[in-house]
């Protein structure tokens, strides 16, 4: 191991980091009227927002573009170059541009720059030279504050990259929490991924109608331990004459009457009264710690007291909502 090698590597780490943080700080300490322009420009789109950049910058746009679009922001990248030769017509009336480049001199932006000025379509610039002609043209400006790239040569973006893509994100979540996002909104525009998993709740999960293990507390236990079985829960819930869930009979509770002639008694006389139930609109990995909680393996879901469906461990665990 080459000790003096490995000390100068993490030493260029560390002035990456630093100027990351010097560029993330002067970033925050600087936001001005213009954040709270953008997000009002932003806010008011009725189209959808389209980011644009060159090189470094049209990747960081790509990403904002992506963050907006999942957190109720409908928005798409075009690529600077593409839209002088034909993309300049996935812009219409009704949509913003969120143009992205440090300098504001790109020369592939400024057709774009000239068709929104041309046909009134609101334009936002990401750029680190306010007198720049982005900047200029631009209906609003988010100014990054002038930090140097970390590179030796000062050439490649690096720390300007970092504040685009936070700025970006302060964007996007400003706009989420204008609107009023939920974790709902979220869980549809990510039904694939671990994250849409987590937003699981009970009623996505839980078994309704005829798999519902049911039976009165009039039931002979013959038959309860039938619907058990055919059920597969291992339970059965038993309601009233008002379908009120007034209790549960559990294979604990077929052992512990066993020996008091079990086939010969109701399910009245053998259920646990007041149990223990979840409602449909919690999360389900809320249901899984309940459930751990209590110790118990299924658990139902009333509504008005009513049950309404079954949950099953296995089934939040298989679904991967944890």
């Given at each position: 191991?080459?000790?003096?090698k490995d000390?100068?590597?993490?030493?260029?780490?560390?002035?990456?980091?630093?100027?990351?943080?010097?560029?993330l700080?002067?970033?925050?300490?600087?936001?001005?009227?213009?954040?709270?322009?953008?997000?009002d420009?932003?806010?008011?789109?009725?189209?959808?927002v389209?980011?644009?950049?060159?090189?470094?910058?049209?990747h960081?746009?790509?990403?904002?573009?992506?963050?907006?679009?999942?957190?109720?922001?409908?928005?798409f990248f075009?690529?600077?170059?593409?839209?002088?030769?034909?993309?300049?017509?996935?812009?219409?009336?009704?949509?913003?541009?969120?143009?992205?480049?440090n300098?504001?001199?790109?020369?592939?932006?400024?057709?774009?720059?000239?068709?929104?000025?041309?046909?009134?379509?609101?334009?936002v610039?990401?750029?680190?030279?306010?007198?720049?002609?982005?900047?200029t043209?631009?209906?609003?400006?988010?100014?990054?504050?002038?930090?140097?790239?970390?590179?030796?040569?000062?050439?490649?973006?690096t720390?300007?990259?970092?504040?685009?893509?936070?700025l970006?994100?302060?964007?996007?979540?400003?706009?989420?929490?204008?609107?009023?996002?939920?974790?709902d909104?979220?869980k549809?525009?990510h039904?694939?991924?671990q994250l849409g998993?987590?937003?699981y709740?009970?009623?996505?999960?839980?078994?309704?109608?005829?798999?519902?293990?049911?039976?009165?507390?009039?039931?002979?236990?013959?038959?309860?331990?039938?619907?058990?079985?055919?059920?597969?829960?291992?339970?059965?819930?038993?309601?009233?004459?008002?379908?009120?869930?007034?209790?549960?009979?559990?294979d604990?509770?077929?052992?512990?009457?066993?020996?008091?002639?079990?086939?010969?008694?109701?399910?009245?006389?053998?259920?646990t009264?007041?149990?223990?139930?979840?409602?449909?609109?919690?999360?389900?990995?809320?249901a899984?710690?309940?459930?751990n909680?209590?110790?118990?393996?299924?658990?139902?879901?009333?509504?008005n007291?009513?049950?309404?469906?079954?949950?099953?461990?296995?089934?939040?665990?298989?679904?991967?909502?944890?």
């Open positions: 191991m080459n000790s003096q000390s100068a590597d993490r030493s260029a780490a560390r002035r990456v980091l630093d100027h990351a943080k010097q560029g700080d002067a970033l925050s300490a600087g936001l001005d009227d213009g954040f709270i322009k953008s997000l420009i932003l806010a008011g789109v009725e189209g959808r389209i980011v644009s950049g060159m090189g470094k910058s049209g960081v746009g790509g990403k904002i573009a992506a963050t907006l679009a999942s957190t109720g922001t409908p928005a075009v690529h600077a170059a593409e839209a002088s030769h034909g993309d300049l017509g996935m812009i219409a009336s009704g949509d913003a541009v969120l143009a992205i480049s300098s504001g001199e790109t020369p592939e932006l400024a057709d774009l720059i000239s068709y929104t000025r041309r046909f009134g379509i609101p334009l610039a990401i750029t680190g030279r306010a007198n720049s002609s982005l900047a043209a631009a209906d609003a400006v988010l100014l990054l504050p002038a930090v140097g790239e970390s590179c030796p040569l000062g050439l490649a973006p720390t300007s990259t970092t504040m685009m893509i936070a970006g994100d302060a964007v996007a979540v400003a706009l989420l929490e204008r609107r009023g996002f939920t974790a909104d979220f549809v525009f039904p694939g991924g998993r987590k937003l709740k009970v009623d996505d999960l839980m078994h309704v109608g005829d798999e519902l293990p049911l039976v009165t507390a009039d039931t002979p236990m013959a038959e309860v331990v039938i619907v058990m079985t055919q059920k597969t829960f291992g339970v059965a819930g038993v309601v009233g004459a008002d379908n009120q869930l007034i209790g549960i009979v559990t604990g509770d077929l052992r512990r009457h066993i020996s008091d002639g079990l086939f010969d008694m109701k399910a009245g006389d053998v259920m009264k007041a149990p223990k139930a979840t409602s449909r609109s919690i999360l389900a990995a809320e899984l710690r309940r459930m909680e209590w110790k118990v393996t299924s658990v139902f879901v009333v509504e007291g009513e049950p309404v469906g079954i949950l099953r461990m296995h089934d939040v665990l298989r679904a991967g909502a944890v």
